[in-house]
Structures are given as C-alpha cells and as structure tokens.
C-alpha cells in the first residue's frame, strides 16, 4: 500500500498539485466519507489525502492497492488501480520500448474516469506516461523533483 501512495504523491506533483496532505479521517468531509462507503462498503481501512481541492481515498481492494479521487461534494472523479505491467496495452509496451530504450517500467495502473473512460498509466523514472485503452501515447507527466 505504501507504494500506491508513494505513487499517488508522485501524480500529485506531477499534475502541479503539490499541496497534496495526509488527513485523519475526522478531517474527511462526511459526504467524501459516504461516497466512499455507497461505493466501496467492505473497505475499513482508508488512508486519505487532500489533493488540492478534492480528496483521494488509498486502499487495498482485493489485494489490490487502489486509490479514488473524490470531490467535497461526494462526487467519485477518478479510480486508480495498480496493475502488473504486463498487463499495459501492447502499444503502450512498445512506445515505451522504442521512446525509451533500456528504461524499466517501475508501475502500472489503469485510471477509471467517472465517465468509465480507461486509461493507462507507467512509470519509468520520474515521468509518467499516459495512454488511452489501446494504449495509444497521451502524455508525459514529469514530477516536480525533475522540472528546473
């Protein structure tokens, strides 16, 4: 779970939110807090953040370290999952193969919009590079440590 949140930090400087705050679940919001609960009603053991204006819940679903973007309103914006990366679209595997040669990829995740909308996430180095379901090349997100 540390390196879900790591991860989720990481994105959080990255897209220039870099006031990102751990909080005790007193300071959650109570429509964040059932919002959460109505969509994730087993899970107890939450570890949340304040992403700039929103909140980001970090949790372990099935064995899976899973975070979910929500706003104050209780409304779910984004769900992030890590994943093997193995399981990246072909495409993305190759861009990354061909753009970055000898890099490893250090994470996946696949990211859940509230529209359903998928896209994939990797890791490598500082940057993160993000792809559509097919794993056509969206963007390059690079941390903050890195900008000059």
Not at 138 to 148: C, H, R
């Amino acid at each position: 779970m540390k390196t879900l949140m790591m991860f989720v930090l990481a994105l959080t400087f990255g897209a220039g939110c870099a006031n990102a705050q751990k909080l005790k679940e007193t300071e959650v919001p109570a429509a964040v807090k059932a919002a959460m609960a109505k969509q994730y009603p087993a899970i107890k053991d939450v570890e949340w953040e304040k992403e700039g204006a929103n909140y980001e819940a970090g949790f372990d679903l099935n064995k899976v370290e899973t975070s979910v973007v929500i706003t104050p309103a209780g409304v779910i914006l984004e769900t992030e999952s890590e994943i093997a990366v193995s399981a990246l679209p072909k495409a993305a595997t190759d861009y990354l193969v061909k753009n970055l040669p000898g890099k490893k990829i250090k994470e996946a995740a696949k990211l859940t919009d509230a529209n359903g909308t998928v896209t994939f996430e990797a890791e490598v180095n500082d940057a993160d590079y993000i792809f559509d379901s097919n794993g056509n090349f969206i963007k390059k997100v690079v941390e903050a440590a890195d900008k000059d």
